[in-house]
């Protein structure tokens, strides 16, 4: 059964970075895409950017581009996300999840989920 622990979150001022961490147990990455979603308060889940085996993404959010960048190291079995310049818009719980498949925006797809993270942007 995989297993995902997301970490990293925290506060952090505009301007600042933090790097996310998903780190998943039980089961290798290899046959899965894993995307980051996260969900603001009152907001529903989006898709930030999915990672696939091959190292290929996709980001869904436009408001990210330039600032996130997804990641994985198959070694630890881990994908990060790298978010530089953060906004106060990017305030929410940071989730990954994990899928069987090819990468998709939308959540129900997605069989494995971790705790989520929070990330707090505020001066």
């Known amino acids: 059964q995989l297993q995902l622990v997301e970490s990293g979150g925290g506060l952090v001022q505009p301007g600042g970075s933090l790097r996310l961490s998903c780190a998943a147990s039980g089961v290798t990455l290899t046959y899965f895409v894993l995307t980051w979603f996260r969900q603001a308060p009152g907001e529903e889940r989006e898709p930030v950017s999915c990672i696939r085996s091959s190292g290929d993404s996709t980001k869904y959010a436009d408001s990210v581009e330039g600032r996130f960048n997804i990641s994985r190291d198959s070694a630890r079995n881990t994908v990060y996300l790298q978010m530089n310049n953060l906004k106060p818009e990017d305030t929410a719980v940071y989730y990954c999840?994990?899928?069987?498949?090819?990468?998709?925006?939308?959540?129900?797809?997605?069989?494995?989920w971790g705790q989520g993270t929070q990330v707090t942007v505020s001066s």
């Open positions: 999840a994990a899928l069987r498949g090819p990468c998709s925006r939308y959540a129900s797809p997605y069989a494995y």
